[in-house]
């Protein structure tokens, strides 16, 4: 007989149902959620993370691209890459920097250089960047610090192309240099849309042609994706796209004549531009001093820095591209063919040179001290440089028509030459004062303008270009110093400028007047003695420029006056006077009278381009055809040997049943064997 349950029992067993039903209800809702859960992340959110799933499988590293090299007309490198070892840090990664820095001291040489470089980028360059401790690492450096490289977490040991400049300052201000991301660089790249082509990358350039040409030279990185483990270790490589290399740059430049100028130049202070007229190809582009940019790639130390900076020399001034000076008598030709081209001055008119010219009660005087020339036509004022010629020419003209004929010519212009930075000079004009000094133009403005002083300054290479012109009969060539870009894959060629881009349309006999009187500068007037015997034709002008104003009466001494405020000497000078291979504008700062310093500089420049480098060339050609002949000699020799060898030999009674000995090595371990103490000779 069954037993009967309490009423107490009976609600036990009600409450445990009530709670089990209730559990059961609450796990019910639990599976469900979970159920939708998986749902929702297996179904609805599949492609989402799925993408994320391959995200956190793979990883794209990028392959930094070769950076094209750079080089002169002939081939002499001028930029090229090396490969190097260096130390790198990426500081988000890292705890405790100083001691990590402390630590691979131990390790591996580090000096204070090092470290303040350090420290300097790493303000620089993004947090998650790596930042080079130490570049140019041995061997046994590399396997020191791969030994214990699992104490140094975010310190790697990577292989990078490094920038090297050959030529060191002879080409800096030409080439300039590459140097580390910055944090502006970053900014302007992420600007442009740029970004991804610099992955992997640290280096861009700053200053020259690696910064003008820097889309050109840098390439584009290669992308490699890899597969890796949850702790980020690559596990192997599922797919590679190479890197593009930059294009190469062959330049206009003659590195031997750059040389040669810089070692005219003897370590004066001076910029010299000399350009092919018929074409606008810089073959020279010197300022000096310079300085080595080698020290640039790496990051330069604070204290070279400031040497650098503070250097009164001021060696980082392009001044061949920045430096503006008044450009003194080397304004005539041009004036006067402007003039001539005006109809202001008809060239047969003649004046009388006293040595002063009047206006009011201002006296203007000459370097003659008052002796003056005499009676002066176009032609002779200047071949003798006459300055009060040039005063009354400018009274004539007027500061308007001044600034409208000589613009043509370059002056105050920007002439677009391939590097940035490029000054404009200052072309005067009424509007020009006005603006600048809240003052109204005055004639004796005018008058100081048509001897190259005054508010008149100008680069040389608007100088330069200025005269490559006038050799080219007028027609204006863009100067430029990259000729070529060259395809380094498949050596395609892409020639920069060759077309001209404009033309100044002077009368044929004004123009052949100026260029006669010019050639005539360097026979009978103030080039005739550093000219004399120069085995071409040569046509040139001097110019001296004041660097201070003198008081009227006052002689000019320039042993009573500081070395840096003495006169510039300048000249300009193309040749050969009949076929122009050349243009020249040198400026030796502080150096005299043009014909004291510049003018024999534009000698022995013109000596080496047109004899010495010439002669060089044939020499070279010379022996090259004497090497191909004696090559041929000894191919012709080596063809004979052969066909003798081949020849078969007649079987005779006698060797027929001869046997081939085996042949012995005789060698410097044999020798003893052979009863013999010294090396056998040859």
């Not at 990664?93 to 990590?100: D, F, I, N, P, Q």
């Not at 130490?134 to 020191?144: G, H, I, W, Y």
């Not at 890197?243 to 062959?250: C, D, K, M, Q, Y």
């Not at 000596?607 to 010379?622: I, N, P």
């Amino acid at each position: 007989m069954a037993t009967r349950l309490t009423p107490e029992e009976l609600k036990q067993i009600s409450t445990f149902r009530k709670r089990t039903v209730f559990f059961c209800f609450v796990t019910l809702i639990l599976f469900l959620l979970l159920a939708s859960r998986f749902f929702y992340l297996q179904i609805i959110e599949y492609d989402n993370f799925i993408i994320k799933a391959e995200a956190n499988r793979k990883t794209e590293t990028a392959h930094p691209p070769r950076r094209g090299i750079i080089m002169d007309k002939n081939g002499e490198l001028l930029a090229a890459n090396e490969p190097i070892y260096t130390l790198e840090i990426t500081p988000g990664k890292v705890v405790g920097l100083a001691k990590t820095i402390e630590s691979l001291e131990k390790i591996i040489p580090i000096t204070k250089y090092d470290k303040k470089r350090f420290y300097r980028l790493k303000d620089e360059l993004p947090r998650l960047s790596p930042v080079p401790l130490k570049s140019n690492l041995t061997d046994e450096d590399v396997a020191r610090f791969i030994a214990q490289a699992w104490k140094f977490p975010g310190v790697e040991v990577r292989s990078r192309m490094h920038r090297y400049y050959p030529q060191g300052k002879d080409a800096a201000h030409v080439v300039g240099y590459i140097g580390r991301i910055s944090q502006r660089d970053q900014a302007a790249l992420e600007k442009s849309g740029k970004e991804a082509e610099y992955s992997g990358t640290l280096n861009i350039g700053k200053l020259g042609l690696e910064q003008s040409y820097e889309d050109v030279l840098h390439g584009k990185p290669g992308i490699e994706e890899l597969e890796v483990r949850a702790s980020g270790r690559p596990i192997r490589s599922l797919s590679k796209s190479p890197a593009t290399s930059g294009s190469n740059l062959i330049l206009s430049l003659d590195m031997g004549l750059q040389r040669e100028i810089t070692k005219v130049l003897d370590g004066r202070r001076g910029a010299i531009v000399a350009i092919e007229p018929a074409t606008g190809d810089v073959l020279a582009f010197v300022s000096n001093p310079s300085f080595d940019p080698n020290l640039f790639v790496d990051g330069i130390d604070q204290e070279t820095w400031d040497e650098l900076n503070n250097d009164e020399d001021k060696p980082l001034l392009n001044r061949a591209l920045r430096g503006a000076y008044p450009i003194g008598s080397t304004i005539k030709p041009f004036l006067a063919l402007s003039a001539a081209q005006l109809g202001v001055r008809d060239p047969s008119r003649v004046i009388q040179d006293r040595g002063t010219f009047q206006l009011g009660n201002h006296t203007f005087r000459d370097s003659t001290h008052g002796r003056g020339y005499g009676p002066v036509d176009m032609k002779r004022s200047i071949v003798v440089s006459s300055d009060v010629y040039y005063y009354s020419l400018a009274q004539d003209m007027g500061i308007d028509k001044i600034h409208d004929s000589l613009a043509p010519f370059g002056f105050g212009q920007i002439t677009g030459i391939d590097l940035k930075g490029e000054a404009r000079g200052i072309l005067p004009s009424r509007e020009w004062k006005e603006k600048r000094f809240k003052r109204k133009w005055l004639t004796g403005d005018t008058i100081s303008v048509g001897i190259g002083q005054g508010y008149n300054a100008f680069t040389m290479l608007q100088l330069a270009h200025a005269v490559a012109t006038l050799a080219n009969d007028g027609v204006v060539m863009k100067p430029h110093l990259v000729k070529k870009i060259e395809n380094p894959t498949t050596g395609e060629e892409e020639y920069v400028a060759r077309e001209p881009v404009g033309k100044i349309p002077f009368k044929p006999e004004y123009l052949k007047l100026v260029k006669s009187a010019m050639h005539e500068v360097t026979k009978k007037g103030t080039g005739r003695s550093t000219f004399a015997g120069a085995p071409y034709e040569v046509a040139g002008k001097t110019g001296t420029a004041q660097v201070l104003g003198i008081k009227q009466g006052e002689k000019y001494d320039k042993n009573k006056i500081r070395e840096r405020h003495r006169d510039h000497s300048l000249f300009i000078a193309f040749a050969p006077y009949d076929k122009p291979a050349i243009a020249l504008a040198i400026l030796v700062e502080n150096g005299g009278f043009g014909a004291q310093a510049a003018a024999p500089a534009a000698r022995k420049i013109l000596d080496y381009y047109l004899v010495e480098r010439l002669k060089a060339k044939e020499e070279a050609g010379q022996h090259k055809e004497e090497t191909k002949k004696e090559d041929k000699d000894k191919e012709q020799k080596t063809k004979k040997v052969q066909a003798v060898r081949k020849t078969p030999t007649k079987t005779t009674p006698e060797t027929k049943g001869a046997q081939r000995l085996p042949s012995t090595r005789i060698t410097t371990e044999t020798l003893p064997f052979l009863g013999i103490k010294k090396p056998l000779s040859a």
